[in-house]
């Protein structure tokens, strides 16, 4: 016996890449995580609180020093108020964010549009939910967002919008305008929009993230997620944290009741701890990154390589069109981990048809 969505997936191809990498003592630029950056004070306040405790259940919710501290943080950076009592969720990963969203919101039925490149753990929720994930296509090198494709794919299911910004795996940091131009939509169909916005610290040369739920006429249609993973270079904490009008928010709070219920509480008291950083953390996180990103871009560049633009997140992208003309990107991602030593993700594992292959993704978070 086996549930028809879960069984006709394989293994996450980021998982395949670190264990490939692993295999052959390759440098993993693979799989989307740092190394050597990791937030020591945030460290060490987890230290703190778990030698302290408490050790039992904490709230479902969240611990109310984290759920403050995300909506503090959601005042300072973005300028959104937040009621941190009913307006914030603490969840075990943005994975769990995501999975509560669709879940505690979305019927049998219910479409969503799905930017593409989209996250893999997206399309195969949405469908155990029962939902119908509806893809729309962002074309490189640019990734401009295709307004009319948009109207095109809307009909009367739509009920969501399923938005990454900045964009995983190519690096997307989506515009005002194309925000502004998604609020409209949201108002005018009566959609929501789940925004995994795990990278919101991540954005290079001056770029601004902009949230969604930051413009007001989209505030109470947003459901807006983020990663402590991302934003304190620990992503095997699995800490995450939902923001949304108390209405949206209830049903989304049931679902992470019967998920998980809770998230260990040392590791929520040191991301409170962690939010509370003053600017010179987060500003020295992005110059770090940027300049790993501008380390691994020249020297690509300098051999000849083709990059595409990347203005946040981890990754950068290649294209391997001219090095490669039968453009497989996952044969040639298993040769680069095997004869040259370096783990890399093929894109097109970020489509569903697998019908984009010519580029990959390297993580240089590292
Ligand atoms: N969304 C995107 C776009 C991601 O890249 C990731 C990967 N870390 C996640 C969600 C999952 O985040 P978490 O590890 O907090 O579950
Ligand atoms: N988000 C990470 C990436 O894009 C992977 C997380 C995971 O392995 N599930 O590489």
Known sequence: MVNSVFGNTGTSVFETMSRLAAEHRAINLGQGFPEGIEAAEVIAAAEEALRTGPHQYPPTL???????????????????????QSEVLVTSGATEALADCFFGLLEPGDEVLVFQPAYDSYGVILRRAGAVPVPVRLEP?????????????????????????????????????????????????????????????????????????????????CLRIGSAGKTFSVTGWKVGYVTASAERLAPVARAHQYLTFATPPHLQAAVAFGLGLGDHYFAGLQSILQEHRDFLETGLREHGFSTLECGGTYFLCLDIGDLDPGSDDFAFCRRLVAESGVAAVPVSTFYGERDMRRLIRLCFAK
């Open 62 to 84: 969240g611990l109310p020093a984290l759920r403050q501290a995300v909506a503090e943080t959601n005042r300072r950076f973005w300028g959104i108020e937040v009621d941190w």
């Open 141 to 221: 090198p640019q990734w401009e967002l295709p307004r009319q494709r948009i109207l095109d794919a809307i009909t009367p299911r739509t009920r969501a919008i399923l938005l990454n910004t900045p964009m995983n795996p190519n690096g997307k940091v989506f515009t005002r305008e194309e925000l502004e131009f998604l609020a409209g939509l949201l108002e005018r169909h009566d959609l929501i929009a789940v925004c995994d916005e795990v990278y919101e610290h991540l954005t290079f040369d001056g770029r601004n993230h902009l949230p969604l739920m930051a413009l007001p006429e989209a505030r109470g249609r």
